[in-house]
């Protein structure tokens, strides 16, 4: 059926952005930050007003909700997905977006900043902008549409589904989660009381774009002791901690394994933390490949270089722990294939055309799926993540909502 969208998905967006929500890897507590709930309890709040009478935020931050169903088929529970927290990367206090109406091309100058540019030669996707609303910041903060695009297309696609009764789909559930972007985004979800079958992501770039793959990844911090001495009596005593994390990452491959020199299914090692003193010092790595067997090759150079290091500090000792962060979602997704087959023809019906990926990154949809919940990662229009020259178009966001509306219809006409 032709279906007619009047969207409020710019407004919830522009509306959501404003919030700091920022997690904090550092905190042991779930959610990371307190503020996170400060959207979650705007989305409470929203949900209800739509009529959701289930909806609600519960005390680890994750935000439930529930469509009821309209068919009289037996149609599979299916989840959508989106994040509240934004990157620690880039600071999300105060952030003013702004709405560059209909793009001609070239260079968005951020005008709070006029340092930051975000130059149409090293963003390419804004060359299908043309003509497009695309929202950026002041150039101060990031913006984050990673993953609050998500979010408000969510929202706008259950208003639509809420408000026209005559299109027929199965039981939805909403699920907004805390602390993605620090791993730790499904750390507390309640799988029995979401009650899905099969569930969504809305995290991804590209307008079009369907991921069924990601990386794997592990997470490996070092610690190492070493030997403290007066530094006026130090010679042949003193093994320097700092300097020895120092020396780790002086050896850590130039040219190959890094974030900077790979792409594609290029994996990597890479330092994101460095913390000590004279005594002590603690490195911490992310590790990331898509195989299993990479991620043991890459975490084996790890610790081989930290064993060559080591020697020339005969008294000096180290540790080093390896902590599963999330798997590959594709062995899980391609056992049903359906969740992807469903999600390209709701793309196409968006009038789209479907893009095929995989992830140099991970979504809750990569421990959902590893949980038993088969999960895809479906486009949100955001670009430039975690950065001060984040971006999305309106229009990207409206055939995001256009997706999950047809999506939902799909598994409807797909049932028995």
Not at 53 to 62: I, R, S
Not at 200 to 209: F, L, P, V, W
Request: glycine residues 8%; hydrophobic residues 35%.
């Amino acid at each position: 059926m032709p279906l007619t969208f009047a969207h409020t998905v710019t407004e919830r967006f522009l509306r959501y952005v404003t919030i700091d929500t920022q997690s904090d890897p550092t905190s042991p507590t779930c959610p990371s930050t307190e503020k996170q709930k400060d959207l979650g309890r705007l989305l409470e709040s929203e949900l209800k007003a739509m009529g959701l009478a289930d909806a609600h935020l519960d005390e680890h931050g994750y935000v439930y909700a529930t469509i009821p169903g309209n068919s009289e088929k037996r149609v599979p529970v299916i989840c959508f997905c989106s994040h509240m927290d934004t990157s620690p990367d880039c600071t999300g206090a105060n952030v003013k977006p702004q709405v560059v109406e209909n793009y001609a091309g070239g260079d968005i100058t951020l005008p709070a900043d006029p340092s930051q540019v975000i130059r149409a030669a090293e963003h390419p996707a804004l060359r299908h902008q043309i003509g497009n609303d695309i929202i950026t910041t002041d150039g101060t903060t990031l913006l984050g549409a990673d993953n609050k695009a998500g979010i408000a297309e969510i929202m706008d696609a259950a208003h639509f589904l809420i408000n026209n009764p005559e299109v027929k789909h199965g039981t939805i559930r909403i699920l907004f989660t805390p602390d993605e972007e620090i791993g730790r985004g499904v750390d507390e979800v309640d799988l029995e009381k979401l009650g899905a079958d099969f569930a969504y992501t809305i995290d991804g770039e590209a307008a079009g774009s369907i991921e069924d793959e990601t990386f794997s990844a592990d997470g490996v911090t070092i610690a190492i002791q070493g030997v403290s001495a007066h530094p006026g009596f130090a010679k042949g005593r003193m093994e320097h901690a700092i300097k020895i994390a120092s020396a780790i990452v002086d050896r850590l491959p130039k040219d190959t394994c890094s974030p900077e020199t790979t792409e594609g299914r290029q994996g990597f090692l890479h330092p994101v933390s460095i913390h000590g003193a004279l005594e002590q010092a603690t490195l911490g790595f992310i590790v990331r490949d898509f195989t299993e067997t990479g991620l043991k090759q890459k975490e084996a150079l790890l610790e081989s270089i930290v064993s060559e290091v080591i020697r020339d500090y005969p008294r000096s000792t180290y540790t080093f722990e390896v902590k599963e962060q999330y798997r590959n979602m594709k062995e899980v997704i391609d056992r049903h294939p359906q969740t992807v087959e469903y999600a390209i023809e709701a793309i196409r019906r968006a009038g789209l055309k479907p893009l095929r990926s995989a992830i140099r990154g991970g979504t809750d949809g990569s421990r959902l799926s590893a949980l038993g919940l088969p999960c895809p990662n479906i486009f949100a229009g955001e670009h430039a993540f975690h950065s001060r020259l984040e971006w999305v178009s309106r229009q990207d966001m409206e055939k995001a909502v256009q997706t999950i509306v047809h999506l939902a219809m799909i598994w409807e006409e797909r049932a028995a």
